[in-house]
């Protein structure tokens, strides 16, 4: 199993930055990409950005790169979000997912952090 634990969301201004944080643990060998979704009240949850754990290849959801950016530590075992200019529409629930390399879903996932953008 993997477990996958978020921080660095809270409340910022608009224009302003934020960091979030997603370290796994566990059976982290059963992921092949890591990723970071959001969730907007009302809303579906969406696509925001990827990164293959062996190649470090990036993907980004629509409109999110360019202010959005992911990385991760040398081991591989945590990735970031930077976001920069935030918007009150980037206000979400953001929640880090670890993709299974054999079902090829993203089946683990956090408990989600909370970012709110005040205008």
């Known amino acids: 199993q993997v477990q996958l634990v978020e921080s660095g969301g809270g409340l910022v201004q608009a224009g302003e930055s934020l960091r979030l944080s997603c370290t796994a643990s566990?059976?982290?060998?059963?992921?092949?990409?890591m990723g970071w979704y959001r969730q907007a009240p009302g809303q579906e949850r969406e696509f925001v950005a990827a990164?293959?754990?062996?190649?470090?290849?990036?993907s980004y959801g629509d409109s999110m790169e360019g202010r959005f950016r992911i990385s991760r530590n040398m081991a591989g075992t945590t990735i970031f979000l930077q976001m920069n200019s935030l918007k009150p529409e980037d206000t979400a629930v953001y929640y880090c997912?670890?993709?299974?390399?054999?079902?090829?879903?993203?089946?683990?996932w956090g408990q989600g952090t909370q970012v709110t953008v005040s205008s």
């Open positions: 997912a670890g993709r299974d390399f054999r079902t090829r879903s993203y089946d683990y």
């Open positions: 566990g059976r982290i060998s059963s992921m092949n990409a």
């Open positions: 990164m293959l754990r062996s190649s470090g290849h990036t």
